[in-house]
């Protein structure tokens, strides 16, 4: 599996921005699909998480009513749309897809997208 974020950029607070995460390969095989991010300094954490055929998603307390995690399975494409964002939102955002073959947890993750917001 491959993933290509894009839709970063450098916005000011209270901006919106859509990321995208294209995937290919075994795409049939995910299992769920999440996005991750990693500020200067800090470990990478979980932004927001949704399961295959997208009735499940789960979100960083952080991030709640404000971001939305959704994906268009005929595209190959997850997204997340981040409304009200703040100069703590500032990260790389990672995309990230989860294969289970055998009982077997693959993880699979994007170059990341920078998310820069200033104040």
């Known amino acids: 599996v491959q993933l290509v974020e894009s839709g970063g950029g450098l916005v000011q607070a209270g901006a919106s921005l859509r990321l995208s995460c294209a995937a290919s390969g075994s795409t049939g095989s995910i299992n769920a699909m999440g996005w991750y991010r990693q500020a200067p300094g800090k470990q990478r954490e979980l932004v927001a998480t949704i399961t295959s055929g997208g009735g499940t998603t789960n979100y960083a307390d952080s991030v709640k009513g404000r971001f939305t995690i959704s994906r268009d399975n005929a595209k190959n494409t997850m997204y997340l749309q981040m409304n009200g964002l703040k100069p703590e939102d500032t990260a790389v955002y990672y995309c990230?897809?989860?294969?289970?073959?055998?009982?077997?947890?693959?993880?699979?993750w994007g170059q990341g997208t920078q998310v820069t917001v200033s104040s």
């Open positions: 990230n897809a989860l294969l289970v073959v055998g009982f077997v947890p693959y993880m699979y």
